[in-house]
Each structure stands twice: as structure tokens, then as C-alpha cells.
């Protein structure tokens, strides 16, 4: 079955550690999205990418980047881990410019910076 | 202000009650509609969806939109424990991108 897995599922890391969050979907889907979700927030978009080579900033991108060079990945990588950046993160993948609307969501990183 | 406003709770009901949620926003251009359900430690998975005002069902979950006072609404009829879970209303423009409310903890007691 087709499905979007996130790695690793918890990190603990110090302030100032470069971190990289995988993301893998196996839908072939052309978007692919990258939130955080704090309490009394939702979720927030960080990045997100239509297509391969393709990437956008979100509403709270500071501090994150993503690199898209095939259809089925999107890391997000942190530059410079700040304590700000303790959250819960979540990967989501929809289909490409049609009609589609439903975002497929991974299981969640939970990333904790000290 | 936040586009999208929805009361966080947390809202507790016993088994076979009716739940109520609801989500407001600001932006006229939101033309998509969905309500997401998120168990405890899980991702987000999608529940219903809407295009346009009006009503829709599915079994025991009735969503509702009233674009002209830009407001949703879910409704969960004789709801069970197993519809525990925190409940994300979600709104995009004519682009990919999702808005969320900050999502409401349910718990219905057995």
C-alpha cells in the first residue's frame, strides 16, 4: 500500500546542531508539505514544494530549508536548532494541479531542543 | 488575527451526545472547506470536506458552511468514545495550501 513515512519518529538535540527530517511518500504525489503543530497553534506550514526542484516558503519557514530533487522525498532540514523549534512536525503529501484537495499526512516527528 | 479562529477547548460529552464545532475566518477567498481528525501521537487524517454553503452528511458527522458570516461547522450525532480525538478545521484558496484552526480536544466519556 501506498503511504508517507516520516524518520526518525523522536530527536533530541542541542541548540545549534544542524538537524535533517526525513520525508517519504510512495503515492507519486507532486506536493509535499512540511508543518508544525504547538499547542494553541494548529498547525503551521513551514515549506512546501510542487514538484521536483520546486520550493516555497510558509508562514513560519525561518530557520528551515527544504530541498526537493526527486518526487518522493522532502527533508527539512534545521540550520541552527533553536529551543524555539521544540514541536511536533508533520509531513503531507496531495496529488498534483487538479481537482484533488486531500493532504495525506505522515506520523509525526517529535523534536526536542536543548 | 489569526484566518482561522476555532476554540481549542478541550470539550468533554458523554457517549451518545451531540458534539458541536465550529471554525471562523476571515479571508472571503477561502473556497475549500475540511474538517481533519487527529488521534493522540498520530497525523492528522482527513474527515469531510465541502466546497460550497450548505450541508453536508456522512453516517453519524454532519458538516456545515455559511460562507456569507464565513463560518463552519461539525456536528457529531450520538457520538462514541472512539471519536476521542482532537478535530482540526482546515480552509484553502484555489492553491494546495491549507490554513488550520488550532483544533479542538474532544473526549467522550463512556
Known amino acids: 500500500d501506498a503511504e508517507i513515512t516520516q524518520s526518525p519518529r523522536h530527536k533530541i538535540t542541542e541548540t545549534g546542531r544542524q538537524v535533517t527530517l526525513a520525508c517519504h511518500q510512495t503515492w507519486n504525489h507532486n506536493n509535499m508539505f512540511w508543518y508544525r503543530q504547538d499547542l494553541g497553534h494548529g498547525l503551521r506550514l513551514i515549506h512546501y514544494?510542487?514538484?521536483?526542484?520546486?520550493?516555497n516558503k510558509g508562514e513560519v519557514s525561518d530557520g528551515y530549508s527544504v530541498s526537493r530533487s526527486n518526487t518522493e522525498d522532502l527533508p527539512l532540514t534545521l540550520e541552527s536548532a533553536a529551543s524555539s523549534q521544540t514541536s511536533v512536525y508533520f509531513c503531507?503529501?496531495?496529488?498534483?494541479?487538479?481537482?484533488?484537495?486531500?493532504?495525506?499526512f505522515g506520523p509525526g516527528t517529535r523534536l526536542t531542543v536543548t | 488575527q489569526k484566518e482561522v479562529e476555532q476554540d481549542p477547548g478541550p470539550l468533554s460529552v458523554p457517549e451518545g451526545a451531540i458534539v458541536s464545532l465550529n471554525c471562523t475566518y476571515s479571508n472571503s477567498a477561502f473556497q475549500y472547506f475540511m474538517w481533519y481528525r487527529q488521534y493522540s501521537r498520530k497525523g492528522p487524517e482527513l474527515l469531510m470536506y465541502?466546497?460550497?454553503?450548505g450541508n453536508k452528511e456522512d453516517g453519524r458527522f454532519t458538516a456545515q458552511v455559511d460562507k456569507s458570516s464565513k463560518y463552519i461547522s461539525l456536528f457529531i450525532r450520538d457520538s462514541q468514545p472512539s471519536d476521542s480525538a482532537t478535530y482540526l478545521c482546515a480552509m484553502r484558496r484555489g492553491d494546495y495550501k491549507l490554513s488550520f484552526g488550532a483544533g479542538t480536544t474532544v473526549t467522550v466519556r463512556a
Open positions: 465541502t466546497y460550497s454553503s
Open positions: 514544494s510542487y514538484g521536483v526542484q520546486d520550493t
Open positions: 503531507a503529501s496531495s496529488e498534483g494541479r487538479g481537482s484533488s484537495y486531500e493532504q495525506y
